[in-house]
């Protein structure tokens, strides 16, 4: 079983700054990938940016250029640097894991969420 846990959201004015956190707990084989989606009122869960283990990240083109990932290994934590913050940038911000899990049958990836972060940016 895997736990993530965020924090940091909140209201901020357009052109401000957030950074949220999420760090994960339990036990794993291996942590494949770690990253960000979102979800505005009425609309859809989108990925904001994720980054595999070792690889690129990738983040979404509304958002390129203003957010930045990063991730602490040691503490199985991932960071969401948020700047130039706009007014639809306004969502629950939710942290998302891929992790290897052991079982006595073999090894499942599997896919985690956290319990979602309020961010709110006003005009």
């Known amino acids: 079983q895997v736990q993530l846990v965020e924090s940091g959201g909140g209201l901020v004015q357009a052109g401000g700054s957030l950074r949220l956190s999420c760090a994960a707990s339990g036990s794993w084989f291996s942590i494949d990938a770690m990253g960000w989606y979102r979800q505005a009122p009425g609309k859809q869960r989108e990925l904001v940016g994720s980054?595999?283990?070792?690889?690129?990240?990738n983040y979404a083109a509304s958002v390129k250029g203003r957010f930045t990932i990063s991730r602490e290994n040691a503490k199985n934590t991932v960071y969401l640097q948020m700047n130039s913050l706009k007014p639809e940038d306004t969502a629950v911000y939710y942290c998302n894991a891929l992790v290897a899990v052991e079982y006595k049958s073999g090894r499942s990836i599997e896919d985690y969420w956290g319990q979602g972060t309020q961010v709110t940016v006003s005009s």
């Open positions: 980054q595999r283990s070792g690889g690129p990240t």
